[in-house]
């Protein structure tokens, strides 16, 4: 099983990467995010989960250690293949997932394509005992606590603020800077 490969970067797909690993081209589906960070040509590294079937095989490739084991938690709920988690990982981050499990907030994932209410609760029962919640403490939980208090003062939903505040670049260090960040970001996505 391949859990691990490095290579360059031949073409770039809507949510997959062909990455040339000595001579053979691997097509790997990736997170849209993480594929807009990379352009063909350039070097990349990445942690594999490698699914094989009776129809057939893919490759599944995430920037961190953290993102797969995100993914490999999603795939012990019956009835999540890994198209569904793909696509839960697109719109929660693993510490935004964590948060909607540990409030049980199913407005994140029911946002994903194929899923229902239903659906959304049995993952988060399913995943309720497997994910800790976010340790509180230390001033880099109490910026992001403040920032998302300041984003849903502004009309963010607790889970929207949550998921752009674990986007924030480490060296934001007030309030205001998460929020200006933030807001341009929304701006250029728009």
């Given at each position: 099983m391949i859990a691990?490969?490095?290579?360059?970067?031949?073409?770039k797909e809507d949510k997959a990467l062909i990455v040339d690993v000595n001579g053979l081209g691997?097509?790997?589906?990736?997170?849209?995010?993480?594929g807009r960070t990379v352009g063909v040509g350039e070097?990349?590294?990445?942690?594999?989960?490698?699914?094989?079937?009776?129809?057939a095989e893919a490759l599944y490739g995430f920037a961190t250690k953290d993102d797969l084991h995100?993914?490999?938690?999603?795939?012990?709920?019956p009835s999540v293949g890994p198209r569904t988690a793909m696509g839960i990982l697109e719109v929660?981050?693993?510490?935004?997932?964590?948060?909607?499990?540990?409030?049980?907030?199913?407005?994140?994932?029911t946002r994903v394509s194929g899923i229902g209410r239903k659906t959304a609760e049995r993952i988060i029962v399913e995943l309720k005992g497997k994910l800790k919640a976010?340790?509180?403490?230390?001033?880099r939980s109490t910026l992001q606590s403040e920032v998302v208090d300041a984003l849903v003062s502004l009309g963010y939903t607790a889970v929207q603020a949550r998921q752009a505040v674990q986007q924030l670049?480490?060296?934001?260090?007030?309030?205001e800077e998460a929020v200006r960040a933030i807001l341009q970001t929304q701006r250029v996505a728009r």
């Open positions: 691990y490969l490095a290579g360059m970067v031949l073409e691997l097509r790997v589906a990736v997170l849209s995010a993480f070097p990349v590294t990445l942690r594999i989960y490698h699914q094989v079937s009776a129809e995100y993914f490999e938690l999603l795939l012990t709920v929660a981050s693993g510490q935004a997932l964590v948060a909607a499990v540990a409030e049980e907030d199913t407005t994140i994932l976010p340790a509180e403490g230390g001033p670049p480490g060296s934001v260090q007030t309030v």
